[in-house]
Each structure stands twice: as structure tokens, then as C-alpha cells.
């Protein structure tokens, strides 16, 4: 979805920098037919106990502005959260990328 019209490649790459990813590795990312799966992998690995609403913060900001990344993780977590409130109405999880 990072990888997506209208906001193409320069999100990914926005992102990227954000996450201090260095300019050489952003190079070899943006040629990959998956730059944004990439992307995520690579802030999963580096930023282990990053939410899934700071990462959601990080993509309002100016410059990227995806919300519509963050609609769809919001309504994901909202039906996570109501299938465990079915499932097992006391536990709580916090969510990571």
C-alpha cells in the first residue's frame, strides 16, 4: 500500500529517511518491486516496540500524509480488538508494527 498511486514511491522513501535508513539502502529499496513491504520489514527489525499508532502518527505527518493507511489500520485494530473482546474479554494487547 506504501507503494501505491497517487503517492508513489516518495512516501516510501519519506519513510525511509524518517526511519534512518541510510541513502544507499533507500537506493536498492526503491528499485524493488516491493519497496513498502520492504520498508515495514525493515522497521519491524530496527524498531521492535514501535505501535502500530506511533507508526500510524509517523504517516499523518507532513510530507507523507497517508491516512488512508491509517483508516485501514485503524479499522484493522478495531476488529482485532473486537474479535479478542469476544474471545477473551479481560486481556488487553497492544499492537505492533
Excluded: W
Aim: hydrophobic letters at 30%; one cysteine or more; proline letters at 5%.
Amino acid at each position: 500500500m506504501l507503494d501505491h498511486e497517487p503517492y508513489g514511491l516518495g512516501c516510501t522513501k519519506k519513510l525511509a529517511t524518517l526511519y534512518k535508513m541510510d541513502a544507499f539502502d533507500i537506493k536498492n529499496l526503491l528499485k524493488q518491486s516491493n519497496p513498502g513491504e520492504l520498508l515495514l520489514d525493515y522497521i519491524h527489525a530496527k524498531f521492535p516496540n514501535k505501535t502500530v499508532h506511533e507508526f500510524c502518527k509517523d504517516l499523518q505527518r507532513p510530507g507523507i500524509e497517508r491516512n488512508d493507511i491509517v483508516d485501514k489500520l485503524c479499522d484493522f485494530l478495531k476488529n482485532r480488538k473486537d474479535d479478542e473482546q469476544l474471545s477473551s474479554p479481560t486481556e488487553t494487547e497492544k499492537s505492533h508494527v
